[in-house]
């Protein structure tokens, strides 16, 4: 074997070693403590890694933060685990999902979700691993979606869902968070509906029959009768 073929594929799979390592300590920190635990020092800490190993593998918090978002936290996780078969199964697993987020906050409010511990104004263009995060999740809500990623109903949902998480963190359980729960699940289906609406009418279907079967990718029979992709109790944030 050429030899420096053989050293080219140690120094890579070396580098992957440090770049999993990095990740990972970066993961463990922002579900442990938050995000905003996740300096540079501390990641490297975890790691048992240099600063200049750090910044071989990521140029700033902000882009180890976004590959953590990728890869690892829970409720982007299971919007990644929807159902791919149709786009109407897409949009349907996103509803469920919100709905069922929302759900476990009114069980449990003092949970530590990866969601949870963004700030409320996570949307706002924050630059660094706030933003990134937020980003990366907006993204993944948008796929298979009928309107466009831009359209505003993903970001606005997704600020009402962090915003209720934190919400509910400061009541107890009882009436008041319940009705409070209820409220942002109502909130977040209305902007669902509203971005169904602006697809019908973009599509020249201004009737009210399942939204399923107007959905780009022609119809989508028995969708609204599908088993739903997670069970409001097996979402674990």
């Given at each position: 074997?050429?030899?420096?073929?053989?050293?080219?594929?140690?120094?890579?799979?070396h580098n992957a070693r440090v770049r999993a390592r990095l990740l990972s300590?970066?993961?463990?920190?922002?579900?442990?403590?938050?995000p905003?635990?996740?300096?540079?020092?501390?990641?490297?800490?975890?790691a048992g890694m240099t600063r200049g190993a750090f910044y071989t593998h990521f140029p700033s918090k902000g882009a180890i933060m976004a590959a953590a978002a990728r890869s690892d936290p829970p409720f982007l996780t299971l919007l990644k685990g929807r159902s791919t078969a149709t786009p109407g199964a897409l949009w349907l697993g996103l509803r469920y999902l919100l709905d069922a987020v929302l759900r476990q906050a009114e069980r449990d409010g003092h949970a530590r979700p990866l969601i949870c511990d963004l700030p409320e104004d996570a949307?706002?263009?924050?630059?660094?691993?706030?933003?990134?995060l937020f980003q990366a999740l907006l993204?993944?809500?948008?796929?298979?979606?009928?309107?466009?990623?831009?359209?505003?109903?993903?970001?606005?949902?997704?600020?009402?869902?962090?915003?209720?998480?934190?919400?509910?963190?400061?009541?107890p359980p009882g009436a008041a968070r319940a009705?409070?729960?209820?409220?942002?699940?109502?909130?977040?289906?209305?902007l669902l509906d509203a971005a169904e609406a602006d697809a019908r009418r973009k599509s020249g279907h201004a009737s009210k029959e399942p939204f399923e079967q107007?959905?780009?990718?022609?119809?989508?029979?028995?969708?609204?009768?599908?088993?739903?992709?997670?069970?409001?109790?097996?979402?674990?944030?």
């Open positions: 074997m050429d030899p420096n073929i053989d050293a080219r594929s140690r120094k890579a799979r300590a970066a993961i463990e920190i922002v579900q442990t403590s938050g905003r635990a996740a300096t540079i020092d501390a990641i490297c800490e975890r949307g706002d263009a924050q630059p660094g691993a706030a933003g990134a993204a993944e809500l948008a796929r298979g979606a009928p309107v466009a990623a831009g359209h505003p109903c993903f970001a606005r949902a997704l600020t009402l869902v962090i915003g209720a998480h934190h919400l509910a963190r400061t009541l009705d409070a729960m209820k409220n942002a699940r109502q909130a977040v289906a209305q107007v959905l780009p990718g022609g119809p989508l029979a028995g969708i609204g009768q599908a088993t739903p992709p997670l069970a409001p109790r097996s979402v674990m944030l």
